[in-house]
């Protein structure tokens, strides 16, 4: 399994360290980096950290609160009901 520096994340994910970091931090996505042992303060991101990351900017870009998008990163199948919802939302004012 590929691992991911924080660099390498940020860089993939179009946004800044600091975002990353406090995406992981503060809960929004489950899993967090772990440190691998001998290392000071690297921090290794793996696949999934990395496609969990995606889908949750790609969410909140496509204009989910934060508070939402956290419940879709273990089941996406909710993300097709609520994209629906948010559509005809969103089609109803044009």
């Known amino acids: 399994m590929k691992q ?27 899993r967090g980096a772990w440190h691998p042992p001998g290392a000071r303060k690297a921090a290794v991101y793996s696949e999934k950290d990395l496609a969990d990351l995606k889908l949750f900017k790609a969410l909140m870009n496509f204009g989910f609160k ?15 009901g609520d994209l629906n919802k948010l559509l005809l939302k969103h089609t109803n004012r044009l």
Do not use: T
């Open 4 to 30: 991911y520096s924080l660099q390498e994340v940020a860089d993939a994910i179009g946004v800044s360290r600091e975002c990353v970091k406090a995406w992981m931090y503060k809960g929004y996505i489950k």
């Open 66 to 80: 934060i508070g939402s998008v956290a419940k879709y990163i273990d089941k996406p199948y909710y993300i097709i």
